[in-house]
């Protein structure tokens, strides 16, 4: 189905927006990351993840939900970076949303699609299980950033 959960691409933008210090720089690596995180294995070449199948909305829905959840915590306990995050969550996710322009204009042969599709070697049913880790562990990570951060701020100025 040629993509991985959006979840995991926020994740990735998230944590990049909090441990890169050059705001440029983190949006750069953001929209690139979206490439690594495809080429890790994922879920696909099952019937009830394509479009057109009944199950398929659901899936998008609680993937959407799940990652405005995770964007709107992380924001909250990062608020001084909330900007941040915000773009660099849109710039991880951003080659996802221009399938929506692929398919509207017709599936054009275009090298930036086939690009994106080559990279994506492996989405098979047990791909769902790396999803799943991928989430747990990038979401954990945030957290220990988050709490790493919040320790420095309350040891007392030199
Ligand atoms: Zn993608």
Redo the contacts with the bound molecule.
Sequence with gaps: M???IALN?ALTGEAIALTVRRPALAVVLAFFS??I??AIPHLGNVAFYTPGNPVFPYILAIDGLLTTASVAITCHCARDKARLILVCVFAAIL??IL?LWYYAAGRPDFWFFNF?KA??WYEQPIGGATEVCYAVGASLLIAYIISKRRVKKALPKK
């Design positions: 040629h993509f991985m691409h979206h490439f995180v495809d080659p996802d399938w994106h990279v994506q």
